[in-house]
Nanobody, 130 residues
Framework: QVRLVESGGGLVRAGGSLRLSCAAS?????????MGWFRQAPGKEREFVAA??????????YYVDSVKGRFTISRDNLKNTVYLRMNSLKPEDTAVYYC????????????????????WGQGTQVTVSS
């Protein structure tokens, strides 16, 4: 079993930055093969944001087009934590952000599919004001 706890959300003005963290307990990253961030805005479906997958060297990363160049996903194996650095935030980035973990080797479109992820956190709210 994997327990995921997100933190780092909050209220920020457009153009600002936040760093989300997702701490995994239970199984370590050695038993997870991919971690992802998804988000859900009010009245909208949950959408893929970013993913980091291994055991390729280096890790493979994937981003939705709307965040490319602004968001960066990374992981720290020693801390069992994955991060999402979000720069140049826009009001349209406002959503609840969810961390997810997969025990499958994911690549390309599979890494963006929420159905491929086995464990989910409770979410953290990110609000970007204009």
């Amino acid at each position: 079993q994997v327990r995921l706890v997100e933190s780092g959300g909050g209220l920020v003005r457009a153009g600002g930055s936040l760093r989300l963290s997702c701490a995994a307990s239970g199984r370590t990253f050695t038993e997870s093969l991919a971690m992802g961030w998804f988000r859900q805005a009010p009245g909208k479906e949950r959408e893929f944001v970013a993913a980091i997958t291994w055991p390729w060297s280096p890790d493979k990363t994937y981003y939705v087009d709307s965040v490319k160049g602004r968001f960066t996903i990374s992981r720290d194996n020693l801390k069992n934590t994955v991060y999402l650095r979000m720069n140049s935030l826009k009001p349209e980035d406002t959503a609840v952000y969810y961390c997810a973990a997969s025990t499958q080797q994911l690549a390309n479109s599979r890494a963006t599919d929420p159905q491929k992820y086995d464990y989910w956190g409770q979410g953290t709210q990110v609000t970007v004001s204009s």
